[in-house]
């Protein structure tokens, strides 16, 4: 999951990349356009076609940078209030400490922004007192959190615990599938999962921060890139039908389609046939060995040696018995 987000924010893209302004040849935008953060239908259209996916960083639309640009500025101001050590202002203003976060780790990432907006009043008056520019589109970074959320619950599931989780890939990556597949499933799927709602100021007009209203075009871009990257990057192997199909809580595979359903039964069969076959060849086997075993303890010894007693042989009586015996037998043998 974690490589998913990384390259659908452009994260393993460097920063001077991400921020670079656009060619001037067909991708200016109107100074409305800018204030509103929207595109073109025309644009729009474009962004729905072409695979997002493919899109390199320096060919995204302007309302997707900035996306990019506000998730760039958060990750500044948070480095620049925790050298500065101005979390406890922060603090002292009514505001939560902001969050440090890891590229390699989008869950710290996603606390970040959700701390930033949680303290956005607070943080914006602690870095004007010490005449620091902030940069951050509250209506952006809103829309950018309500999109991430399903990772984020996502994630928790997967990092919980030490028990296997082969069995959740299957249900995690359908249900980010589903989630993503439009903006009226992303709605419903953060008011079921909504623990710790959007902060909104009671004097700003909750109508300005509608999230569910309409989705913003930046969003949408990132919404079709972020599907389109699991369709690739996730491949679903048998196996993770059968793991989820054979965990009692997961056994009826509700999000499957009928032929995924077959497939996945068919599948465990042909297993569970190699696995028997396995066994009687593993008994006939050991049965085989026991029979040879029985055999060789069957079969008779070879005598003993005589030892030879060098000490008796080395007797006086036993010697002159012995001369007597050589000269009788060298005497008839004469004879």
Not at 84 to 93: C, D, P, T, V
Not at 237 to 257: D, M, N, Q, T
């Amino acid at each position: 999951m974690n490589n998913v987000l990384v390259i659908c924010f452009y994260q393993n893209e460097s920063i001077k990349t991400q921020i670079s302004s656009d060619s001037t040849e067909t991708n200016v935008v109107s100074s409305e356009d800018q204030a509103s953060g929207c595109m073109k239908d025309d644009d729009m259209k474009e962004i729905v076609f072409v695979e997002a996916s493919k899109t390199s960083v320096k060919d995204i639309p302007n309302c997707a940078r900035e996306v990019l640009k506000l998730l760039n500025n958060c990750k500044e101001i948070v480095k620049y209030v925790k050298i500065n050590g101005l979390n406890k202002y922060i603090q002292a203003e009514g505001g939560i400490s902001l969050c440090q976060s890891t590229r390699v780790r989008w869950l710290s990432i996603m606390q970040l922004l959700e701390s930033i907006d949680r303290s956005y009043k607070e943080t914006k008056k602690v870095l004007q007192d010490k005449k620091k520019s902030f940069t951050v589109d509250r209506w952006i970074l809103k829309r950018l959190i309500y999109l991430l959320r399903p990772f984020k619950h996502i994630i928790t599931i997967i990092q919980k615990g030490n028990e296997p989780s082969l069995y959740s890939v299957l249900i995690c990556v359908l249900t980010l599938r589903k989630v993503l597949s439009s903006f009226e499933n992303l709605v419903k799927f953060n008011k079921e999962h909504e623990t710790m709602p959007i902060h909104i100021d009671n004097e700003t007009d909750d109508d300005e921060f509608d999230l569910e209203s309409e989705e913003s075009d930046g969003i949408r871009f990132f919404r079709f890139r972020l599907l389109e990257l699991l369709d690739s990057m996730f491949v679903l192997e048998p196996i993770h039908f059968a793991a989820a199909f054979l965990h009692p809580r997961y056994r009826h595979l509700r999000k499957c389609s009928t032929a995924q359903i077959n497939s996945c039964k068919n599948y465990v069969r042909r297993q569970m046939q190699e696995i028997e076959e396995r066994e009687k060849l593993k008994r006939l086997f050991q049965n085989q060995q026991s029979k040879v075993v029985v055999a060789q303890d069957n079969v008779a010894e070879p005598p003993l040696k005589k030892k030879k007693d060098l000490v008796k042989n080395m007797n006086p009586v036993n010697l002159v018995t012995s001369m007597e015996k050589q000269k009788t037998k060298s005497t008839s043998i004469y004879q």
